[in-house]
Nanobody, 125 residues
Framework: VQLQASGGGLVQAGGSLRLSCVVS????????MAWFRQAPGKEREFVGA????????YYADSVKGRFTISRNNAKDTMYLEMNALRSEDTAVYYC???????????????????WGQGTQVTVSS
């Protein structure tokens, strides 16, 4: 299984970006896919998750109402639409997947088995 994240870049505060995560491999076995991010000097933190079958989404409070996770099953791709970006959203964004994580554990990075390489998002104020 491989995850490939892309779409990062430099954007002004208040702007938007859409990240993509293309999955190659057995996507049918995933229970959840998720986005995490890591800012310099900080721990990797949960951004949001998507239940692959069913499409339910869950978000960290810090991004709720601004970020949206979606998927295209036919393309085995997950997206992270980011609006109203703030300087504190600056980080490397990672996509991840798990065949077994449960809902109560979505924010725990150790619950995920597969990780992409990350894509840098920089928001200038």
């Amino acid at each position: 299984v491989q995850l490939q994240a892309s779409g990062g870049g430099l954007v002004q505060a208040g702007g938007s970006l859409r990240l993509s995560c293309v999955v190659s491999g057995r996507t049918g076995s995933f229970r959840y896919m998720a986005w995490f991010r890591q800012a310099p000097g900080k721990e990797r933190e949960f951004v949001g998750a998507l239940r692959w079958n069913g499409g339910h989404t869950y978000y960290a409070d810090s991004v709720k109402g601004r970020f949206t996770i979606s998927r295209n099953n036919a393309k085995d791709t997950m997206y992270l639409e980011m609006n109203a970006l703030r300087s504190e959203d600056t980080a490397v964004y990672y996509c991840t997947a798990s065949p077994s994580v449960i809902q109560s554990n979505l924010a725990s990075r150790v619950a995920y088995a597969y990780w992409g390489q990350g894509t840098q998002v920089t928001v200038s104020s």
